[in-house]
């Protein structure tokens, strides 16, 4: 189905996504003081934007580089689209800032899968040298969610999870919140 919207116009209409992932990686670079090489936040190109660092010693900073964008791109997408959500339903009490929060949202949450580039270097990571047993095993599945996630997007299943995240989860949180 991927095949229905080239990738570049899928960038360009969910840049701040890719934007925020990539700043993701280079945020958990920093934090583990990873030193970075080289930095592309955006572009219009395969892969729309990268961060290329040197291999992390520990091996649980190498699984937080790669996979933290999913954590932080579905927190901040939650957080984004979280006003706009809640007003959507009933459609005639959305405002254009409330469709505009929504677009963000799911722009941003549909960008939090690692990508498999990622995968790739976070395998090199757990079975290329001498990495902790548990490190092995908390990783190993994170690769292979990676690698499905890569290939539910053939199919929008990035989509399906920022639409998720951006509309259903906030109205979630504020039902859970409100008791009901």
């Not at 699984?63 to 809640?86: D, Q, R």
């Not at 009933?90 to 677009?103: C, Q, S």
């Not at 722009?107 to 040298?129: E, V």
Request: hydrophobic share 50%; net charge positive; with cysteine.
């Amino acid at each position: 189905m991927r095949y229905i919207a080239p990738g570049w116009v899928i960038s360009l209409i969910t840049f701040p996504g890719i934007v925020l992932h990539e700043m993701s990686h280079r945020w958990f670079c920093w934090l583990f003081h990873v030193p970075v090489e080289k930095v592309c936040y955006f572009r219009f190109g395969s892969p729309a934007g990268y961060v290329v660092y040197e291999t992390p010693q520990n091996t649980y900073h190498h699984i937080w580089i790669c996979a933290g964008p999913f954590v932080t791109n579905t927190i901040i997408g939650v957080a984004v689209a979280f006003y706009g959500s809640i007003h959507l339903l009933p459609l005639w009490h959305a405002a254009w800032f409330d469709y505009v929060l929504i677009w963000l949202g799911v722009s941003i949450a549909m960008h939090s899968f690692p990508s498999t580039g990622d995968a790739r270097s976070l395998w090199r990571g757990l079975w290329g040298k001498k990495a902790p047993f548990f490190a092995r095993l908390i990783g190993t599945p994170i690769v292979g969610i990676i690698y499905l996630g890569a290939l539910g997007s053939f199919f929008w299943l990035d989509l399906v999870y920022g639409a998720a995240v951006a509309v259903w989860a906030p109205r979630l949180l504020m039902n859970y919140l409100a008791g009901k």
